[in-house]
């Protein structure tokens, strides 16, 4: 944010003088402020992310977590650190299932029942159909809309059913949780995939790779769908499995022997890395 105030006025100014060593001199500084913006975007801080507008609706019971259902994180988000703080995504937010894991801050000025205080949210699912007849849709669970509102004021806010509010990404902050690595059910030994959940920063995977028997030689995962990354393998293929993480922005991470020897499907192991 810092960013874009001088960025504009050095604008102006070069605008009303038009001295050759002023321009000159304008033109380095335009050119130093961009390189900045740039740099924070590629570092994952969104710091010159601004507020736009979408609507806000509810799901699911009132005070309820929501869903992880397409982001195959299932009822995990009704614990810490997401704790109910979540949103399904229309097809803008949720993105084909890239969006997991985005983080959201959202702004509601919906008076008298509004804090106007902003809450942040994790796209855990998606929200299909209807919720596309506008650009950006958030529908958020029971308990993330509720926290939008004044205290005491949530049942009135949720009474309305939709609201019009302001949201802007941000990077995702699990402070000191890390990532996490949740066994699908349907593993086999010749079909191996994970649902990874509570990556810092961009929120996202740009690849995931798998080492097996303890080993280093990384090989790449699918992402099949939601969070969900899969390998075809065979019965030679065996725990204990590495990965080799790459946040959307190119961050690198190296989680080893997440997955142990014996692991149970369905079973949600924690690495001791995140971004
Ligand atoms: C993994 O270890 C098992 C048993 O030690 C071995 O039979 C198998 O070939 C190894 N597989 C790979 C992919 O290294």
Known sequence: MGVETPHIATIKISLNMVSTPFIAVTIVFVYIFSCLCVVSHSNGTFTSEKFSSALATWYGDETGAGSGGACGWQDDVKNPPLSSMIAAGNANIFLSGKGCGHCFEILCHQQPYCSAKPIKVTISDECPGACNNVPYHFDLSGFAFGAMAYPGKDHNLRQLGQVMVQYRRIPCNYRGTKIAFKVSEECNPYWFAVALEYADGDGGFG????????????????????????????????????FRLTSGHGKTRIANNVIPKKFAIGHKYFSNVNF
């Open 207 to 242: 690849s995931v790779e798998i080492a097996p028997n303890g080993t280093k030689h990384f090989v790449s995962m699918d992402n099949i769908w939601g969070a969900v990354w899969k390998i075809n393998i065979d019965p030679s293929f065996q725990a204990p499995f590495s």
